[in-house]
């Protein structure tokens, strides 16, 4: 299965259950086990915002359309539509950050010890 559809389930899964937080977790235990390079981490991340816009977008429906107009309007956006955009955007850039911070532990313990001595 690919990697992207993985993560569009997962994420799915989720933002549904958990705070908005819960993303940023996911992905920094999923960047811990998952040894991977920034292309399977951008398709993960791209993955989560999309789910994240589309559930707010199902979400707001369901309230017809009144939370996206008053994000809207807190934000100064034109279209109350953006403000999904907007939701994808922060989606991505937490799922992101929170995978590259997973990798830091495998960067540490690959990089070589300091053996100078002073």
């Not at 940023?24 to 040894?35: E, L």
């Amino acid at each position: 299965m690919n990697l992207f559809y993985a993560g569009l389930i997962l994420y799915c899964l989720i933002v549904s259950f958990l705070p908005w937080w819960g993303m940023g977790m996911a992905a920094f235990v999923f960047g811990v086990f998952q040894p991977g390079d920034k292309k399977r981490d951008l398709q993960l991340a791209f993955s989560a915002a999309i789910a994240h816009a589309a559930l707010a977008f199902y979400k707001d429906g369901r309230n017809l359309g009144l939370i996206s107009k008053r994000m809207s309007g807190l934000f100064g956006l034109p279209q109350p539509e953006l403000i999904f955009l907007v939701m994808a955007v922060l989606a991505f850039v937490t799922v992101w950050l929170g995978l590259r911070a997973g990798k830091i532990p495998e960067a540490i313990r690959k990089s070589p010890p300091d053996r100078t001595e002073h």
